[in-house]
C-alpha cells in the first residue's frame, strides 16, 4: 500500500495436509446457493453445522498481502486458531512480525472471505494471537467494529487490495 515492506524475509512453511478437499473458491465454484435448490429448513435442528476445517479450507488459500505466499504457507492462519460454537465463529491469526502494519489487511482479509461465504446467522470475531503484535488491542478493535469495518470496505483502493488478496496467491505482484 504504501511500499513499505515489513517483513521482508518472512519464513514459509509447507501447507497441511489436513484436508484433501478443496474449497468452492479454489475450484471455481460460486458459494452462493439458489434459493429454489436449497430445500426448506423447518427449525434450526435442521441447519448444517459447519466445522473448523471448512472455515479453515475458506481462509487458507487468501493472499499475503505483501508476498505470493497464502496466510497458510506464512502460518498466518491454521485449522487450531479456529473455534466454533453455536453461530460463533473466533478466528486467530498470527501476524508475521509483532509490527506488521498489514495485520489489519489481513484481518479485513479473512472477515471479508467469510461475510461472503457464510450463512448470516454466524458471528464471526476476528483477533490477533495474544502477545503476537505490538499493537493487538486496537487492531483487534478495528477488525470487530461494524462501522469500521463498512467505511474500510466503502475505501475503493482499499477494496482494490483487499479482492487481490482474496484472488489468492499470483492474484497480485507485490501489493
Keep these: 500500500m504504501n511500499g513499505e515492506i515489513f517483513n521482508a524475509n518472512p519464513t514459509v512453511y509447507t501447507p497441511s ?3 484433501s478437499r478443496k474449497s468452492k473458491f479454489e475450484v471455481g465454484q460460486s458459494l452462493w446457493v439458489d434459493q429454489q ?3 426448506e429448513l423447518s427449525d434450526e435442528s435442521d441447519v448444517e453445522p459447519i ?6 479450507d475458506l481462509i487458507r488459500s487468501i493472499a499475503d498481502p505483501e508476498h505470493p505466499n497464502s496466510l497458510e504457507e506464512l502460518r498466518v492462519v491454521s485449522a ?3 473455534e466454533i460454537g453455536h453461530n460463533h465463529i473466533m478466528i486467530e491469526f498470527t501476524p508475521t512480525v509483532p509490527h ?3 495485520s489489519t489487511l489481513i484481518g479485513l482479509s479473512i472477515r471479508v472471505r467469510l461475510m461472503r461465504s457464510l450463512p448470516q ?3 464471526v470475531d476476528i483477533r490477533v494471537k495474544p502477545g503476537s503484535h505490538q499493537s493487538e488491542l486496537a487492531v483487534n478493535k478495528q477488525l470487530n467494529d461494524k462501522e469500521r469495518v463498512a467505511a474500510a470496505l466503502e475505501n475503493p483502493v482499499l477494496l482494490g487490495t483487499l479482492e487481490k488478496c482474496l484472488d489468492g496467491p499470483g492474484g497480485h505482484d507485490g501489493l
Design 100 to 102: 506488521c502494519g498489514m
Design 37 to 39: 435448490d436449497q430445500p
Design 80 to 82: 487450531e486458531q479456529i
Design 17 to 19: 495436509k489436513r484436508s
Design 121 to 123: 446467522r454466524f458471528k
Design 51 to 56: 466445522d473448523q476445517d471448512e472455515i479453515f
